[in-house]
């Protein structure tokens, strides 16, 4: 190949391989920082990723370019030399790595020109020094934003499911557990010797240790993260729309009722839905005064159902939307869940100012309103937490972007803290200002919106912001479901249109199903979280770290004990979720 290359010595010309990226119909949406298509690792939900090496400004020798009119142009030699390599690069398989110019002989920021297939060529100031990298505030920022997710609406039940005051130390010591096994997630590439894994993500660490079962367990296991998500998703998806399009109806219609479930009087009204069933059949005549037109309404709980319909006409908008080939699209959207976040922490804190704080310490005797500090179903919510705190899968690629890599511990540490704060707030706030009297505190709902009735114009507001986030995430979870398992199996993430389909009706159906039968989200969260936080957040850390401490001769008995017994935690967790 030597041969056919003038100007072998050059070898930044090898940079331009990568002109293929240019291409929108086969760039890769969601995928590891350095990494491409290829690298169907545990993907975090990460969008426009800037320091690709895909992304690089491609390199033009300074012997190459010529100005016209005050244009920079390349030499008919230069766009010659760069259709050559994109030749070469077509090739082999995106994977193989060998006609990629290694970093060290990339040119100096000051050199780099960005060649545009044009024919020109010009600098982009201020995308050279740094390019791509994040400061630590924004890092910091990243890891919050892709932590936080529905477990934020379980977090007041599962609180209640433990105790108050158990529940409040388990959120402080499930952080820091899961603090110190991402810790050493991050850790893990650096315990290998003589191997550059500077592009590595943690499943090829798994992969180094334990061989193919370790890829493909990681490869189930995040599976399970995804799909669970996905339920979780469509299980939520269904109980929003179903409320946004009652509170509509309700308002276009004039009806001004309140929901025929217990609650509290007043402006700010509380419900417990869990003593009534909103969809049961009652008696219009004595129960609506003031529905002009009982049989159209009947008619409209016939046909909007939470449990029966509503999940059924999610399909015929989401379900198209899963097909696409590249959803690119929906990325533009990220921003509407640091948004919705933001907002649920408003609307806790207004809420709360006006009810007040409703507390009574009692620490095993439980009386009518209120539950004893602790209580034996406390696992449910360390369940909760262990998906909760989760980002061991993808948090090497975030802090790949980090500007200052020596402060990769600290913001990490930072981010965890901030986390465990917004679900402290949320849940605290949400399960000491719940009215008790007169409600009891067993009708926290594990969606805490469902406690305030559907005409509540701050919960309508909500809902409708996290039903429109939801069905513009859900299909690029679906992306990463595909991406992960027709990628492994059949080495293609797109084989056909009919592989992508039954892939996706399967993940649909059990959507639509468990939302019919089994609508309890903070039932799956903690069954999913339990199950891929078992190898992600406590075996495979563990383990890893053993056995790297081993091979250098450093392990300790004390080392030993203390990892042994966060495995045995992680399966006492999932064990725990299926007894209680």
Same mark, same amino acid.
């Given at each position: 190949?030597?041969?056919?290359?003038?100007?072998?010595?050059?070898?930044?010309?090898?940079?331009?391989?990568?002109?293929?990226?240019?291409?929108?119909?086969?760039?890769?949406?969601?995928?590891?920082?350095?990494?491409?298509?290829?690298?169907?690792?545990?993907?975090?939900?990460?969008?426009?990723?800037?320091?690709?090496?895909?992304?690089?400004?491609?390199?033009?020798?300074?012997?190459?370019?010529?100005?016209?009119?005050?244009?920079?142009?390349?030499?008919?030699?230069?766009?010659?030399?760069?259709?050559?390599?994109?030749?070469?690069?077509?090739?082999?398989?995106?994977?193989?790595?060998?006609?990629?110019?290694?970093?060290?002989?990339?040119?100096?920021?000051?050199?780099?020109?960005?060649?545009?297939?044009?024919?020109?060529?010009?600098?982009?100031?201020?995308?050279?020094?740094?390019?791509?990298?994040?400061?630590?505030?924004?890092?910091?920022?990243?890891?919050?934003?892709?932590?936080?997710?529905?477990?934020?609406?379980?977090?007041?039940?599962?609180?209640?499911?433990?105790?108050?005051?158990?529940?409040?130390?388990?959120?402080?010591?499930?952080?820091?557990?899961?603090?110190?096994?991402?810790?050493?997630?991050?850790?893990?590439?650096?315990?290998?010797?003589?191997?550059?894994?500077?592009?590595?993500?943690?499943?090829?660490?798994?992969?180094?240790?334990?061989?193919?079962?370790?890829?493909?367990?990681?490869?189930?296991?995040?599976?399970?993260?995804?799909?669970?998500?996905?339920?979780?998703?469509?299980?939520?998806?269904?109980?929003?729309?179903?409320?946004?399009?009652?509170?509509?109806?309700?308002?276009? /219609?004039?009806?001004? #009722? =309140?929901? $025929?479930?217990?609650?509290? +009087?007043?402006? *700010?009204? !509380?419900?417990?839905?869990?003593? @009534?069933?909103?969809?049961?059949?009652?008696?219009?005549?004595?129960?609506?005064?003031?529905?002009?037109?009982?049989?159209?309404?009947?008619?409209?709980?016939?046909?909007?159902?939470?449990?029966?319909?509503?999940?059924?006409?999610?399909?015929?908008?989401?379900?198209?939307?899963?097909?696409?080939?590249?959803?690119?699209?929906?990325?533009?959207?990220?921003?509407?869940?640091?948004?919705?976040?933001?907002?649920?922490?408003?609307?806790?804190?207004?809420?709360?100012?006006?009810?007040?704080?409703?507390?009574?310490?009692?620490?095993?005797?439980?009386?009518?309103?209120?539950?004893?500090?602790?209580?034996?179903?406390?696992?449910?919510?360390?369940?909760?937490?262990?998906?909760?705190?989760?980002? /061991?899968?993808?948090? #090497? =690629?975030? $802090?790949?972007?980090?500007? +200052?890599?020596? *402060?990769? !511990?600290?913001?990490?540490?930072? @981010?965890?803290?901030?986390?465990?704060?917004?679900?402290?707030?949320?849940?605290?706030?949400?399960?000491?200002?719940?009215?008790?009297?007169?409600?009891?505190?067993?009708?926290?709902?594990?969606?805490?919106?469902?406690?305030?009735?559907?005409?509540?114009?701050?919960?309508?507001?909500?809902?409708?912001?996290?039903?429109?986030?939801?069905?513009?995430?859900?299909?690029?979870?679906?992306?990463?479901?595909?991406?992960?398992?027709?990628?492994?199996?059949?080495?293609?993430?797109?084989?056909?249109?009919?592989?992508?389909?039954?892939?996706?009706?399967?993940?649909?159906?059990?959507?639509?199903?468990?939302?019919?039968?089994?609508?309890?989200?903070?039932?799956?969260?903690?069954?999913?979280?339990?199950?891929?936080?078992?190898?992600?957040?406590?075996?495979?850390?563990?383990?890893?770290?053993?056995?790297?401490?081993?091979?250098?001769?450093?392990?300790?008995?004390?080392?030993?004990?203390?990892?042994?017994?966060?495995?045995?935690?992680?399966?006492?967790?999932?064990?725990?979720?299926?007894?209680?």
């Amino acid at each position: 190949m030597k041969e056919e290359l003038p100007g072998q010595n050059n070898l930044q010309d090898l940079e331009e391989m990568h002109s293929s990226c240019l291409e929108e119909d086969t760039k890769p949406l969601l995928i590891p920082v350095g990494g491409d298509e290829s690298d169907y690792g545990i993907m975090s939900i990460q969008f426009n990723p800037a320091d690709l090496k895909c992304k690089r400004p491609f390199h033009v020798e300074p012997s190459n370019i010529v100005s016209v009119n005050d244009t920079h142009r390349v030499t008919d030699e230069a766009s010659a030399m760069n259709k050559r390599i994109h030749y070469y690069s077509k090739l082999t398989s995106p994977s193989d790595r060998a006609l990629i110019a290694p970093d060290h002989v990339l040119p100096a920021p000051e050199e780099i020109y960005v060649y545009s297939p044009l024919g020109t060529a010009f600098k982009i100031d201020g995308c050279t020094d740094g390019y791509g990298k994040n400061s630590s505030v924004v890092t910091i920022f990243m890891i919050w934003n892709t932590m936080m997710g529905t477990s934020i609406l379980s977090m007041p039940w599962g609180i209640k499911q433990a105790g108050f005051t158990t529940g409040l130390c388990l959120i402080l010591l499930m952080g820091s557990l899961t603090l110190y096994c991402c810790y050493r997630v991050v850790k893990s590439r650096t315990m290998i010797p003589l191997i550059d894994t500077s592009n590595w993500e943690f499943p090829d660490v798994c992969k180094y240790y334990f061989g193919s079962f370790g890829q493909w367990s990681s490869l189930l296991f995040s599976m399970v993260s995804l799909v669970g998500a996905m339920v979780i998703y469509w299980v939520l998806m269904s109980n929003f729309l179903f409320n946004t399009g009652k509170f509509i109806y309700n308002y276009v /219609h004039d009806i001004n #009722i =309140t929901d $025929l479930v217990p609650g509290t +009087n007043g402006s *700010n009204r !509380v419900i417990c839905p869990g003593t @009534a069933n909103e969809d049961q059949r009652v008696n219009k005549s004595g129960l609506l005064p003031f529905v002009h037109n009982t049989t159209g309404f009947e008619l409209f709980e016939q046909w909007w159902s939470k449990s029966r319909t509503v999940p059924f006409y999610l399909i015929v908008v989401v379900l198209p939307l899963l097909n696409l080939k590249s959803p690119s699209f929906f990325a533009k959207f990220n921003i509407l869940g640091t948004v919705s976040v933001v907002y649920l922490v408003f609307l806790v804190t207004l809420k709360a100012a006006h009810l007040g704080f409703h507390l009574e310490f009692n620490w095993f005797t439980a009386n009518e309103f209120f539950v004893p500090e602790f209580r034996t179903q406390f696992p449910q919510l360390t369940g909760v937490l262990t998906l909760a705190f989760f980002i /061991h899968n993808c948090v #090497i =690629t975030l $802090l790949k972007n980090n500007k +200052n890599q020596e *402060n990769n !511990v600290r913001d990490l540490s930072i @981010a965890y803290f901030l986390v465990g704060l917004t679900y402290l707030y949320v849940g605290l706030l949400i399960f000491a200002a719940f009215p008790s009297p007169p409600l009891s505190k067993e009708c926290i709902e594990q969606n805490f919106l469902d406690n305030f009735p559907s005409d509540d114009i701050m919960s309508f507001v909500a809902r409708l912001f996290l039903l429109f986030q939801m069905i513009t995430v859900y299909p690029l979870l679906g992306y990463l479901a595909r991406v992960q398992l027709l990628g492994h199996v059949f080495g293609n993430v797109y084989p056909s249109i009919f592989h992508v389909l039954v892939l996706n009706i399967a993940i649909v159906g059990l959507g639509v199903t468990m939302a019919i039968f089994y609508p309890n989200i903070g039932g799956i969260i903690r069954y999913s979280g339990a199950t891929c936080g078992l190898a992600f957040v406590f075996v495979y850390p563990s383990l890893i770290y053993m056995i790297s401490l081993h091979q250098s001769g450093q392990l300790t008995w004390s080392m030993l004990i203390v990892h042994i017994f966060i495995i045995i935690l992680g399966l006492a967790n999932l064990t725990a979720q299926f007894l209680l």
